[in-house]
């Protein structure tokens, strides 16, 4: 076994030497260099941020956050439930106070979600009509992406509305609107915030069947005459497995339809799981190898990592010129989502720095490319 922060080779050392601040939290002589400024002319490099870290309760956090990433993506203070718990009520403050932050830290931030399958309001349960959820689908999107035009840089407006094969995932908004309600929403959203980047969003549609089905949408939107401006590729993959063809493919052909492509949640699970992709409900039994690094990870596992990330950071480079934001989802190991799910309570690995802010061999591998 190794520890997580590892320092880096004598030639990276030198280079970084020259004019890197010492972070927070590094070891006295330690500094490293900004992932924010080390791709400054290549891509936007973002994080997900949850409450504590947008409300700056800890200043190190803050300063870490700021030096490292210009945009960010909320966890879940923009889904419907929390944003839009009760009928004729709406709860702003958390969302407002993130925009504060990214406006007084420059940070773009990305809106995260208008319409999705999960995490909708209790209320929607006892909907049993087209109207009423026309009604709610409708104020929703007026109302949410109208109070923040002009004050955020983009929206995810629909998340995750395909199946692995391509079709349509079966929802609430499916079964009472029909297959139009994806370009509805964008619609709606082009007209209540008008000057706001419009995206699709969804995990697994770098692979041919459900890429196919993404393009198949996005076209249908354009059709209509109504603005999609890019496509997300969450980029929840697996150490080891990492699809790099399907990826690089998936750029070219979402590029092709005169979008920005960009990877919107990315991290690289480490664990065992006996399925891939990033659907919520999923869940897994916890048993003696559902956990097996909890004192640190592995020499070889660590490395496997690193390599991943270097050779998914080499093909975003390649593509610069079509991919516009790297948003990993989580700021370090200790608060990725992938440490609860699909089981909850495990010791997790999937980026770039470790529960305590120091980088690890992928990180020194990413910025290398620029050196």
Request: hydrophobic share 40%; with cysteine; charged share 25%.
């Amino acid at each position: 076994m190794i520890q997580i922060k590892q320092i880096a080779t004598t030639r990276m050392a030198g280079l970084l030497l020259a004019g890197c601040a010492l972070l927070p939290g590094a070891t006295f002589g330690q500094t490293i260099p900004s992932l924010k400024d080390t791709f400054k002319n290549d891509f936007g490099i973002g994080t997900a941020l949850h409450n504590a870290q947008f409300e700056e309760r800890d200043p190190q956090t803050t300063q870490f956050i700021v030096r490292h990433f210009n945009m960010a993506t909320p966890e879940n203070i923009m889904k419907s439930a929390p944003i839009h718990p009760k009928w004729d009520t709406y709860n702003f403050e958390p969302a407002d106070r993130l925009v504060e932050f990214g406006k007084k830290h420059n940070i773009q931030i990305n809106g995260h979600t208008l319409i999705w399958h999960s995490q909708l309001p209790a209320f929607m349960r006892g909907m049993k009509s087209r109207d009423s959820v026309r009604t709610f689908f409708e104020d929703h999107i007026k109302t949410v992406a109208g109070r923040y035009e002009g004050k955020i840089l983009s929206w995810d407006v629909v998340n995750e509305a395909l199946n692995e094969d391509g079709t349509m995932r079966k929802s609430v908004f499916l079964d009472y609107l029909g297959d139009e309600y994806v370009t509805e929403a964008f619609r709606l959203t082009q007209k209540a915030s008008p000057t706001t980047e419009l995206y699709y969003n969804d995990y697994n549609n770098e692979k041919p069947a459900k890429r196919a089905g993404c393009i198949a949408l996005i076209k249908k939107i354009q059709a209509a005459g109504v603005r999609i401006d890019g496509v997300g590729i969450q980029g929840h993959w697996h150490v080891g497995r990492v699809p790099f063809k399907d990826i690089e493919e998936s750029i070219l052909q979402y590029a092709a339809l005169g979008l920005k492509v960009m990877f919107t949640e990315l991290d690289i699970e480490v664990l065992p799981r006996n399925f891939q992709g990033a659907e919520v409900g999923q869940r897994m039994t916890a048993n003696e190898q559902s956990n097996p690094y909890v004192n640190g990870l592995p020499d070889a596992v660590q490395q496997q990592l690193a390599a991943d990330y270097e050779a998914l950071f080499k093909l975003f480079l390649k593509h610069k010129d079509k991919v516009t934001r790297v948003t990993f989802w989580g700021v370090n190991d200790g608060n990725t989502w992938l440490n609860n799910w699909p089981i909850r309570g495990r010791t997790n690995y999937p980026l770039l720095f470790d529960r305590s802010n120091q980088p690890k061999p992928a990180f020194y591998k990413v910025v290398a490319l620029k050196q």
